[in-house]
């Protein structure tokens, strides 16, 4: 059976080329902003996005752990007895 403690080994350590491609882009974004607006403001929503993101991928994460384990149990179960006509 699978230890769900070794879960963490399957996840990537670094993130993917997608990710890194598209937080170069945003940063770019950031850097056309940050003249027009104030540093105080910009750093309080990236802190509340930050905040956001870590929220959705934790609920993320526990919704496909909930799937994976409906999946197993509905797996694991025999299957139903039809009687013959």
């Given at each position: 059976?699978?230890?769900?403690?070794?879960?963490?080994?399957?996840?990537?350590?670094?993130?993917?080329?997608?990710?890194?491609?598209?937080?170069?882009?945003i940063?770019?974004?950031?850097?056309?902003?940050?003249?027009?607006?104030?540093?105080?403001?910009?750093?309080?929503?990236?802190?509340?996005?930050?905040?956001?993101?870590?929220?959705?991928?934790?609920e993320?994460?526990?919704?496909?752990?909930?799937?994976?384990?409906?999946?197993?149990?509905?797996?694991?179960?025999?299957?139903?007895?039809?009687?013959r006509?």
């Amino acid at each position: 059976m699978f230890d769900l403690s070794e879960l963490e080994n399957l996840l990537p350590d670094e993130p993917s080329p997608e990710y890194n491609e598209q937080l170069s882009k945003i940063n770019d974004y950031l850097v056309q902003i940050k003249p027009e607006v104030p540093a105080g403001i910009l750093e309080r929503l990236s802190t509340e996005y930050i905040r956001l993101n870590e929220i959705d991928a934790r609920e993320m994460f526990l919704s496909g752990l909930y799937l994976g384990a409906n999946l197993i149990l509905a797996l694991s179960q025999p299957p139903a007895r039809i009687p013959r006509p």
